[in-house]
């Protein structure tokens, strides 16, 4: 069973910048697809950005520009990278696979406020 862990989130202030991280209990990260999710209060889980085993990205409309998605395979870990955040963005994030069928973590809770 594979055991998800989010950290990085924290109060910011607008316009501000935290660097989320996941890291995945399995050895071979790399064949994995993975995505960063978030849901806010009231709200639906949505993808927010994505990262295929070759790399390649796709974020939604609301972030992109400003959010990055990366990965360490040697250290099973995915990355986002959010700057110029907005109050929009306070959520609790999440990753996991894109077919989301990873058990979730705890996430990690993001609020942006002045």
Known sequence: QVH????????V???GSLRLSCVASVHIFRIYS????RQAP??????????DYDG???????????FTISRHNAKSTVYM???SLKPED?????????DRSW????????NVSS
């Open 90 to 98: 306070t959520a609790v994030y999440y990753c996991n696979l894109l």
């Open 4 to 11: 998800l862990v989010e950290s990085g989130g924290g109060l």
């Open 34 to 37: 993975m995505g960063w999710y």
């Open 81 to 83: 990278q959010m700057n």
């Open 56 to 66: 390649s990205t796709n974020y939604a409309d609301s972030v992109k520009g400003r």
């Open 13 to 15: 202030q607008p316009g």
């Open 42 to 51: 009231g709200k639906e889980r949505e993808l927010v950005a994505s990262i």
């Open 103 to 110: 058990n979730w973590g705890q996430g990690t809770q993001v």
